[in-house]
Each structure stands twice: as C-alpha cells, then as structure tokens.
C-alpha cells in the first residue's frame, strides 16, 4: 500500500483513505487462490472500518481487478458504492496487442546490423560481427524461451500445492521456494471472470508514457477500454501522465491527483443528492 503514499497525500483531507494489504501466513505473502476470495477478505477488513456505504473503492493494476469484484459483492448484497477506479486495470480477459513481442525483437535483429555496419570496417568483417551477433542472439533467445516454459511450469506446480496446503491448513514446506504475490495473483487472475457491473460509476485511469516495466497497458493491450468496456455499464475513461507505475510516484501523480479530486467532487455531490432524494421519500 506504500505505493500509493503519495496519492493519498493529494487527495483532499476530508476523504478518509485505508490501504488494505493482503491476507498472508507463514512463508505465503497472499494466502488466496480465487481473486473472488480476495476481494471478500478485502470486503470483511473494510466493512470493520466502515460498516455501511456509500463506499469509494479503487486500486492499480490487480487491485483494480480486484475492487471490481469488491464492489460487485457489495452491490449483491444490497451495499452503496459509489465509484470504482481503476488505475492502469486490465480484465483477464482482454485481447493483447499482436507481434508486439515480435516487433520488439525485429528492432533489437536491425540494430545488430546497424552495430555491425559502424567505423566501415572491410565488408567481410562486417559479415563475421553481424553473424556471430545474430548467432548469439538466436542462442540467447532460445534459452530464454526454454527458462520461461519451465519457470511458468514450476509457478504453476507450487500453486497446486499452494492450493492444497491452504485447504488443509498445512505451512509451507521449508525445501521448496515460496511465491511471490505477483506469482500467485497471475495464477489466480486466470480463472477470474468479472461479471457485468450495474449502479457504481466506473473510471478508468489510463497511464499515456512508460517503458519496459512502466509501460502503459494502452501499448500492450489491443482494447482501449482494457476489458471493462463489456462489463461496465457505467465506464468512463480518462488518461493521465506517467507510466503504469510511475503514475503513482512524483511528479506524475499530481496529474493523477488532480483527475481524482475532479472525479470525487462530481462524486460527493450525486451522494449529497441521493441521500437528500432518501431522506425526502
């Protein structure tokens, strides 16, 4: 939840803010395998603080996926939420861009040819650099593959045996390496499918420049509503500056701060009008 320390100091100082972090044991950082799970845990923790609604619900990446489904149970049992943001949130069901990957590798082959053609060396030494780069790449980009394969293939082993140590209330065995939260919420994610969202008004928050692991879910995801577009009925969406990270860190996050307050100002007043229409009838 430190992540969004400097968010919470931009915000107006009337809007109580909590951070619930997940539910962990010994050796186990996230002790659910069901993202509908999560979000219960996440619902019981906050109904502690504030028993009853409306309540404004948001999260960044997993944890936008995940207030979605906080939001959906509390609507199912009757609960006000008012808004549901989500920061840079993809549904697990959203197409991802084609031949990105690809893209990327084609410019990395280019730029050995380019490598290879400075200082105008005697063409036959050129040959030599180019090939033995391309070798070298072909090389490193089949062992990459082959690590990746196995290492998504043990994820998947250690989360099987996450499963049934959690159902039977077992720790974690000392001999065996634990998950990281990211591990455990991407094996989760892909079981998860979000229901249609009737009532909260839904604001996604696109993040516009990033790169490597800041970069924009806009860049590597082929729907421009990242999924939430079939399944929300009240969606609105907007950009701001930063990356998919970097949006929360400084300076970015001012214009992410200042987005919010718009959208809670315009929020605080539908409230204030709702519940003059209840106490009226």
């Not at 077992?170 to 390496?177: E, F, H, S, T, Y």
Request: one cysteine or more; a positive charge; charged letters at 20%.
């Amino acid at each position: 939840t430190l992540l969004y320390g400097n968010l919470a100091h931009r915000l107006p100082s009337d809007i109580a803010i909590f951070g619930i972090e997940p539910r962990r044991l010994a050796d186990v950082p996230l002790s659910h395998t069901r993202i509908e799970d999560m979000a219960a845990y996440y619902v019981e923790v906050m109904r502690g603080n504030q028993p009853r609604g409306p309540y404004l619900l948001g999260g960044m990446c997993a944890g936008g996926v995940i207030a979605y489904e906080m939001a959906q149970q509390l609507v199912s049992v009757g609960e006000d939420v008012g808004l549901v943001v989500l920061l840079d949130a993809a549904t697990p069901q959203a197409p991802l861009r084609s031949g990105r990957i690809a893209k990327q590798r084609i410019g990395r082959f280019a730029q050995l040819f380019k490598d290879g053609s400075r200082g105008k060396p005697s063409l036959v030494h050129q040959m030599r650099v180019v090939i033995g780069a391309v070798a070298a790449k072909v090389w490193n980009t089949i062992r990459w593959e082959m690590t990746n394969l196995f290492g998504r293939w043990f994820v998947r082993a250690r989360f099987r045996l996450l499963q049934l140590l959690l159902e039977r209330r077992w720790a974690w065995p000392k001999q065996i390496p634990t998950l990281s939260v990211r591990q455990i919420y991407e094996c989760t994610e892909t079981n998860y499918v979000p229901k249609p969202l009737l009532g909260p008004s839904v604001v996604l928050v696109r993040a516009k420049v990033g790169e490597a692991g800041d970069t924009p879910y806009l860049d590597i995801y082929s729907d421009d509503t990242l999924g939430w577009g079939r399944i929300a009925a009240d969606l609105t969406i907007t950009d701001v500056d930063g990356g998919h990270f970097s949006m929360l860190q400084e300076p970015y996050v001012k214009s992410l701060a200042d987005t919010l307050k718009t959208i809670l100002a315009t929020q605080s007043t539908v409230t204030h009008i709702r519940y003059a229409i209840k106490e009226a009838v």
